[in-house]
């Protein structure tokens, strides 16, 4: 069995299709069939299930994709580690955030790391909040900025408290709202609103704000990004309630503050365990990690 067997099931699995894994791999369709197919043999299970028009896992696949995933890590993990004995930080970064995320410029904050070590790949995943936390839990992502209710802390991860803040709403600049200086949650709660799908942190922070008041509102729009929820307000088809400084940079809408504001915190998550050197060098790069005194460990 070897390294270069698994990144071909791996690839092939993620995006279920041979001749896009053979491209992400950089190499002819035929010779990643052929070491799949080899694998399979040493293995005594079929790990796709092949078609003209699917590629799935098998019940052995799907057994077996975890366990390639972590040797290809650990294989990974080892270059790197030889690599910072010898005074360079190499390998992969793989960092996640929601899209609202302000207590860090996360652009800027790759931007510099980047020019420090240009040899370290980065990559970026945005997403909800407990998927992301679920992925620095199974290794996937190295470090994930949240946003999540002021009472919320993440299990099986390391975490650090960036800021705190409150959701203000956003109308369209001709809403009957948008010249208030101020509203509460009783009149926001006649409007439409557009926000995030229910059971994600974003949707919960205003949820559970309605709720302990007893009201009840109506989401006509469930949509996953900001922007998009930005875009649905400005056509006046509803207001949204989003973090304050996210929302004060949002153009083409009116910011009104609410009086008793769902509250917010954003938070950094990496992973229990030792991180790569990239991890390490990222979050040292931003002032925190495990050597910090203001770092803390959730458990879990």
């Known amino acids: 069995m070897e390294l270069q067997q698994m990144r071909y099931v791996v690839a092939v699995a993620?995006?279920?299709?041979?001749?896009?894994?053979a491209k992400q791999c950089?190499?002819?369709q035929s010779?990643?069939?052929?070491?799949?197919?080899r694998l399979e043999k040493e293995l005594g299970a079929r790990l796709f299930d092949?078609?003209?028009r699917h590629v799935r896992l098998?019940?052995?696949?799907?057994?077996?994709?975890?366990?390639?995933?972590?040797?290809?890590?650990a294989a990974e993990r080892?270059?790197?580690e030889v690599a910072a004995a010898a005074g360079e930080v190499s390998g992969r970064l793989a960092i996640g955030a929601?899209?609202?995320v302000t207590a860090v410029d996360v652009p800027g904050a790759l931007g510099e790391f980047h020019r420090r070590h240009p040899k370290v790949r980065i990559v970026l995943r945005d997403g909800a909040s407990k998927d992301l936390v679920e992925g620095v839990r199974t290794g996937a992502l190295d470090l994930a900025f949240l946003g999540v209710l002021p009472d919320y802390r993440p299990k099986g991860v390391s975490d650090h408290e960036l800021a705190r803040g409150e959701l203000a709403a956003i109308t369209a600049v001709d809403h009957p709202l948008a010249d208030e200086e101020e509203v509460d949650l009783e009149r926001l709660a006649r409007e439409t609103f557009v926000d995030f799908p229910d059971g994600t942190a974003a949707r919960a922070q205003s949820e559970e704000a309605f709720t302990a008041m007893g009201l009840v509102r109506d989401v006509a729009y469930e949509v996953t990004g900001a922007d998009f929820v930005a875009r649905l307000v400005r056509k006046g088809l509803g207001v949204a309630l989003l973090p304050t400084a996210f929302a004060d940079e949002v153009p083409g809408v009116r910011v009104v503050r609410v009086r008793n504001a769902p509250g917010r915190v954003e938070r950094l998550v990496w992973s229990r365990f030792r991180p790569t050197p990239a991890a390490s060098a990222f979050l040292a790069g931003l002032g925190v990690g495990p050597w910090s005194a203001d770092a803390t460990d959730a458990g879990g």
């Open 26 to 28: 950089l190499v002819v």
């Open 31 to 37: 010779a990643l069939s052929h070491q799949v197919a």
């Open 78 to 80: 080892a270059r790197s």
């Open 50 to 52: 092949r078609s003209s």
């Open 14 to 21: 993620e995006t279920r299709n041979f001749t896009r894994a």
């Open 98 to 100: 929601i899209p609202t």
């Open 58 to 73: 098998t019940a052995a696949g799907e057994a077996f994709l975890p366990a390639a995933r972590q040797a290809l890590d």
